[in-house]
Each structure stands twice: as C-alpha cells, then as structure tokens.
C-alpha cells in the first residue's frame, strides 16, 4: 500500500478552515469539495491514457485521453457523498458506484447496509471516497469488497487519517494493489475512536443533523 499526504498550501490552509468547530454545514461543505479535487488530482496521476489521433483547427496532431475501462468512482455513505462533486469535477466521464457501510458505534463492526456497483470491475480503477479513515474498518471492508469483484487497482481519498487505521489497513489488506491520498494524517484515536484533533462527525457536519 502506498500512502502519500498530499502537501499544498491550499490543502492545508482549507482543512484548517474545515476543522473549525464554528464552520457552518454550507461553508463545511463547500471545503470538502474543494479540498477533494485537490486531492483527487494527484489521485489520479497515474490513471491510465491513451494516444488519439486528433484534427485541430490548424492540423491534425497526436493527443492523450482516459483509456477504457471506464474510471469508476465510489463514495462511502453517507459521508462519501459530499465528496463526490469534487471528484466528479475533475473526472467528469467517471462512473459512480456507492456503498453503504456503517460503524457499529458499540462493537466498532463494520456493516455493509446497501451498494449499488457493477458486478464486475474487471480492468476498472476505482477511487473511493471517505472524508475520515479513523479505526480503518469501513476502508478496510470497502477494498475488500471491491477487489472481490476484480478491481484492477483502488485508489483511497481520504481528508484525514489516524495513524491506527493506516496500520490496520496495511496489516488487513495484504498485497493489494491499494493507494491512500490524504490531506493529514493526525495524532492518534480518541477512546471513542474519533479522530484528534480530528474535524468531529464529517457526515453531521455536512448535512447538519448533529444533535
């Protein structure tokens, strides 16, 4: 697994204004976008090209497209989903997937609850979409499921990461063919296995529902 903290005035400067705690829920999301086609830049450094032949008003010349098969982008409900337009902006020819996995707040187990995802990703890049990668559980699950259906390659986006649900996906994951692009990766895991200093609860604040 290759793990790169994507460093960028910009990035830094954007995930200081998404940690304030006074943020509002427009502002937080509006962040997340940003912060994500940043990230999702030199996510996809390495997506695959091909050279097309192409007439220009002047000239016909050689140029570079996406090959086949199609990129296939797949947000983590429900927190996945704000950073969807951000990616999107920057792969706009990209297919969506989801999936839905939730943390069980008492046993830490991860549930699969919904997904919506071709059955086959033979020869597909995937990119996964997960604003905190905190006990590494939901990632980890994610990957899985995604390689069992033959994902060619996984790239991971993620706003910020523990230290612990880095170790856990590198001892889980194996040989996998796996990426992580973070905007930082923070102290450690509080005992309630939240992030810190962390963002808080990256869903609540994107749709405003914390209590």
């Known amino acids: 697994m290759r793990v790169q903290v994507v460093e960028h ?4 400067h954007k995930l200081t204004q998404l940690r304030r705690v006074e943020t509002s829920s427009n502002h937080f999301r509006q962040l997340t976008g940003e912060l994500v086609t940043l990230l999702s830049y030199e996510a996809s450094a390495t997506i695959a090209t091909e050279r097309v032949r192409i007439s220009t008003p002047v000239t016909e010349t050689e140029g570079t497209q996406l090959a086949g098969p199609t990129p296939l982008v797949v947000p983590i409900l429900r927190a996945g989903l704000g950073m969807l337009e951000g990616m999107t902006a920057m792969i706009p020819t990209a ?35 997960d604003p ?25 986006i993620c706003l910020l990461a523990a ?9 889980e994951i194996g040989d996998i063919d796996v990426e992580l692009f973070l905007g930082a990766i923070d102290e450690g895991l509080d005992e309630n296995s939240y992030i810190v200093p962390g963002l808080g609860d990256a869903g609540d604040r994107l749709y405003g529902l914390a209590e």
């Open 132 to 156: 905190m990668l905190a006990t590494g559980g939901t990632l980890a699950e994610s990957i899985r499921f995604l390689t069992q259906r033959n994902a060619a390659r996984v790239s991971c």
């Open 9 to 12: 005035p910009l990035i830094a």
């Open 95 to 129: 297919e969506v997937g989801f999936l839905g996995m939730a943390r069980n707040e008492e046993t830490l187990d991860i549930i699969t609850y919904a997904e919506r995802l071709p059955e086959d990703l033979t020869g597909r890049h995937v990119f996964v979409l």
């Open 163 to 171: 230290p612990e649900g880095i170790e856990r996906l590198e001892r």
